[in-house]
Antibody, heavy 119, light 107 residues
């Protein structure tokens, strides 16, 4: 059974960099699209971006200039860095596995989420 | 505002049928995936592609698409189906992904 687990600081100061990791267990990280999604308190889901099994990244246009997603296959981990954070970046951050079914993606496994507060 | 539009809330009587819709220009080309999210939990994939259910998802959940509108139908809604539901697909450029605004289903 594939499991994902987010880790990182729960509190980040404004203007600093948010850094999160997602550890994948029960499966290889050498396939699929490894994705970050966030959800501000009481609001909807926002796709941040993903890194493919071949190392190609794809980011939301609204976050492209501040977000970086990387993968460490030796640790079965992928990571998110978000620079210059403000209070609007306060959210629960989820990591997820993206499964390609042709032209689309389905996120079939999710981490439990980690609340990051910018204050 | 999201490129994928959903009704904010719908209600359904126990055992009845409810349809949740998702509208967007990109849906004329791309299929959606649908997610169920209960309070304090991570979302769960319930439908992807034309009408595919992951293992473990009850067959009362089904998906369809017509024009620029995708639908998730729950046939014979149960109390445990009360949740927020989100659609997800490519954006209008086709290069990125976007979630719908979400629909709260009350049973």
């Amino acid at each position: 059974q594939v499991q994902l687990q987010e880790s990182g600081p729960g509190l980040v100061k404004p203007s600093e960099t948010l850094s999160l990791s997602c550890t994948v267990s029960g499966g290889s990280i050498s396939s699929y699209y490894w994705t970050w999604i966030r959800q501000p308190p009481g609001k909807g889901l926002e796709w941040i971006g993903h890194i493919s099994y071949s190392g190609i990244t794809n980011y939301s246009p609204s976050l492209r200039r501040r977000a970086t997603i990387s993968v460490d296959t030796s640790k079965n981990q992928f990571s998110l860095k978000l620079t210059s954070v403000t209070a609007t970046d306060t959210a629960v951050y989820f990591c997820a596995r993206g499964y390609s079914y042709g032209p689309g993606l389905g996120f079939d496994y999710w981490g439990q989420g980690i609340l990051v507060t910018v204050s | 505002s999201s490129e994928l539009t959903q009704d904010p809330a719908v209600s359904v009587a126990l055992g009845q049928t409810v349809r949740i819709t998702c509208q967007g220009d990109s849906l004329r080309i791309y299929y959606v995936s649908w997610y169920q999210q209960k309070p304090g939990q991570a979302p769960v994939l319930v439908i992807f592609g034309k009408n595919n259910r992951p293992s473990g998802i009850p067959d009362r959940f089904s998906g369809s698409r017509s024009g620029n509108t995708a639908s998730l139908t729950i046939t014979g809604a149960q109390a445990e189906d009360e949740a927020d539901y989100y659609c997800m697909s490519r954006d209008s450029s086709g290069n990125h992904y976007v979630f719908g605004s979400g629909t709260t289903v009350t049973v």
